[in-house]
């Protein structure tokens, strides 16, 4: 695989294709993340990317982030400046100066908010995050394996107010996070679980900026080649996490059943077959898929990534994209071994969603 | 007048009884206050009480003042040492020590809770406070007409999480204090307003602490005399700043509608005269007594005080436990001349209550 050295311009489409898919139904659509990492590398400079094992021990390493509603990042369209605030103010919290922003989630919206930072602070970001994936809470990431708090957490917002959050449980500060975010309009910038070098090389999933460029290359590819779904599923297979990938369905959405509930999007996606004559597939989400069954049968289930795309182009679909009538293939693909470990399960497993099924990896589910 | 040098034990009784007629209605009884306090005089000693004209013009002046529903306080009983860390955590943040604790309100609990801060860090109380009373929003301050921001503010609760709020304005910081605050279980303990001495005492209102003490002493001395209302009336036309007083009406409470809005206790009490064939009275409150009118004539307005009084033994009554029946005296009395000046009444005037009336001082209302 290749890794990157800079983040140019040229990598924003790509790696924000790859993390749409890598979003597993939510993140956000990365259109206005895209935009922003853009303009301020364009303004500041393509930032460089840092691999984990290059990392100091005692390196000081901030998160960025946006927490809140897609749709809602979207219309404010923070102007980037909030973005680094958030750094900053922690920065100020913490008496000492951030060496490199690791990115915590890589799905969505979300794989290019750290870029936007690192290129407005001049710092490198780092070829990592905190699940491989997209979650919907702030504590599901691997550095809570590691016992590592989230806060001291700086939230800002584009009037350049800020919020610094201090908790003895991560479950605590993602409960106030929130309803700040919610008063800051549904959206707000934040920076959190700051750590040091060796806590990165324990804890975080490697090379997974590299990895979502990678998938967004080979759906690229793959129109002008043979397939997108296949090139996709190809490169899937060479990566050391999604490596165990099947197209769980090839269908169209029969039936949609969504709502906002604690300020997240949760529902049902029904889907028949196009062809042949196989039971249909029920596909659960809160902002992210989380299980996926068949006939009753379970055929992938969190943490492993369900992923949506259009079945001709291969494009990535958010669930809050998905519409009646659609056409789109349905791809679990195995997560990092890290994020399958019992100790990850207690945080991010099927049952902390409410759902009463013990994880199975997707390798062992037909 | 008698001005306090420490707050002893003894003391507590008289200036809790003062500040909950100082708080118009509102800022909760302060019974669990002055338990607190009570016990962290014992444990720590009595608090020197430092007069504004003492201070020195650089000393470094924080507030300490508890936010939320006053029952909720009471159900939560923080343990003192959550009102002392949020002292301790906005010294963290300016990385500077507190020289003296300033009261923000005089009314009810507030009164009580900057008390057992003192105690707490050893540090001397300031004989003043922002407004001589209490109001329900956390920039109504005479503070705010100096400009003197509301922010940084530290929350914390009784798990010794804590919150730093930074805003362009203090309404904003109001707004994201009472977020909080409601995720905090409806109350929490706040430092906010830091400010030099000079500041101090260019905008306090001076000698509260002292008033408070004074207004209890008054009652508890009418009790064991002539009269306890003749009394209190007797003290304040002593004052500097409530000497317009009178009993605006005798009566029992014959109707009473009240709400739970935006976290508030908003409502109507409607009063009949207990002797003669005078026109009932009605009183709007918002947790303080707003405005006091009698047959459509306005009788005394918002920010000078409007409190009730139990008829036979004077002991003040805040709207939260004023019940139907309950016989009352309301007494009405001018504030300090700082409340009532032009920019005061922008930040607290009638208007800011949502009443249709401009600001006529008590002494001009037959």
Not at 84 to 98: D, F, Q
Not at 195 to 217: D, H, N, P, W
Not at 255 to 266: A, F, P, Q, T, Y
Request: aromatic share 6%.
């Amino acid at each position: 695989m290749t890794k990157l050295k800079y983040i140019k311009s040229e990598n924003l489409e790509d790696i924000a294709r790859g993390a749409a898919f890598l979003g597993a139904g939510g993140g956000g659509y990365p259109l206005i993340g895209r935009l922003l990492a853009k303009q301020a590398i364009e303004e500041f400079g393509p930032p460089k990317v840092i691999q984990v094992d290059d990392l100091d021990d005692d390196a000081n390493i901030f998160s960025s982030a946006m927490l809140g509603a897609p749709s809602i990042m979207l219309e404010k369209a923070a102007g980037g400046d909030d973005i680094a605030y958030a750094v900053e103010i922690l920065e100020k919290r913490l008496g000492c100066r951030a060496d490199a922003i690791l990115p915590m989630e890589m799905g969505g919206i979300n794989s290019m908010v750290p870029i936007v930072a690192a290129a407005r602070l001049g710092l490198p970001i780092i070829d990592a995050d905190g699940m491989g994936r997209a979650f919907p809470e702030l504590d599901m990431v691997t550095f809570t394996i590691g016992g590592i708090s989230a806060t001291p957490m700086a939230l800002t917002n584009e009037h350049l107010d800020s919020i610094i959050i201090e908790t003895k449980t991560s479950k605590k500060a993602e409960q106030f996070a929130r309803v700040v975010t919610t008063e800051m309009g549904a959206a707000s910038c934040i920076s959190c679980y700051p750590m040091k070098g060796r806590q990165v090389k324990e804890y975080a999933v490697k090379e997974t900026l590299s990895l979502a460029m990678g998938i967004g290359q080979s759906i690229q590819q793959g129109r002008e080649g043979m397939n997108p779904v296949d090139s996709l599923l190809a490169y899937l297979r060479s990566t050391p996490y999604y490596n165990q990938c099947k197209v769980l369905f090839d269908g169209k959405v029969t039936d949609l059943k969504r709502e906002i509930s604690h300020g997240w999007s949760v529902g049902h996606c029904f889907l028949e077959a196009i062809e042949g004559d196989q039971p249909h597939m029920e596909i659960m989400f809160q902002n992210e898929y989380l299980v996926a069954r068949q006939d009753g049968k379970i055929r992938a289930i969190v943490p492993d990534l369900i992923c949506t795309v259009d079945r001709e182009t291969g494009e990535p679909i958010p669930a809050e994209q998905i519409r009646y009538g659609q056409r789109i293939k349905v791809i679990g693909t195995s997560a990092a071994p890290i994020m399958r470990s019992p100790e990850a399960l207690k945080i991010f497993g099927p049952r902390l969603f409410g759902i009463d099924a013990d994880f199975t990896p997707i390798e062992e589910l037909d």
